[in-house]
T-cell receptor
């Protein structure tokens, strides 16, 4: 059974700092990995999708890497801003049909 | 990206009543929709997979008679929480998917529904 873990569970940083969020998964046979953002009481916003054959994806200040063999992904956020404050979730698709197993989430707070 | 609309966003109901939540794909046809549940300070857990025109597939531990799922069209799936109890209070969220190319496997989620059973 796939298990996804995210470290740290919570993170508080000053504005402008670069930061790294970690995601690990137990079953490396994945089709893709996706990073989401969730604001309090809201739905999910897709940030980045990495196919199993890819090593990284970039979008603006966000960069996500994938090391499938070791079961790890990182989300790098450059020059963090207060508006980045949210919970970040990683999720893996193990079956190929978009059925996702979610991580435990990292709650990020970027302070002025 | 594709748009998935979920309604209602919040609902409060009395214990013992039933609540229906709708999930619509607005600009694409979704052959499959997924229903997730999220308890406070926990991650999302898959409840069931809904395929258009066929019975839903439920995850282990999810009562199919309590959480009725209907996927009657390619743009609409509904989740009905029957005889709701306070322990059913949670955040319910759907995602919609359609087979595509290898790069078109992004999951699109609705806005979620906060259910409170009193």
């Amino acid at each position: 059974k796939q298990e996804v873990t995210q470290i740290p569970a919570a993170l508080s940083v000053p504005e402008g700092e670069n930061l790294v969020l970690n995601c690990s998964f137990t079953d490396s046979a994945i089709y893709n990995l996706q990073w989401f953002r969730q604001d309090p009481g809201k739905g999910l916003t897709s940030l980045l999708l990495i196919q199993s054959s890819q090593r990284e994806q970039t979008s603006g200040r966000l960069n996500a890497s994938l090391d499938k063999s070791s079961g790890r992904s990182t989300l790098y956020i450059a020059a963090s801003q207060p508006g980045d404050s949210a919970t970040y979730l990683c999720a893996v698709d193990t079956g190929g049909g978009n059925k996702l197993t979610f991580g435990t989430g990292t709650q990020l707070k970027v302070e002025l | 990206g594709a748009v998935v609309s979920q309604h209602p966003s919040r609902v409060i109901c009395k214990s013992g009543t039933s609540v229906k939540i709708e999930c619509r794909s607005l600009d694409f046809q979704a052959t499959t929709m997924f229903w997730y549940r999220q308890f406070p300070k926990q991650s999302l857990m898959l409840m069931a997979t809904s395929n258009e025109g066929s019975k839903a597939t439920y995850e282990q531990g999810v009562e199919k008679d309590k959480f009725l799922i209907n996927h009657a069209s390619l743009t609409l799936s509904t989740l009905t929480v029957t005889s709701a109890h306070p322990e059913d209070s949670s955040f319910y969220i759907c995602s919609a998917w359609t087979p595509g190319t290898a790069v078109n496997t992004e999951a699109f989620f609705g806005q979620g529904t906060r259910l409170t059973v009193v």
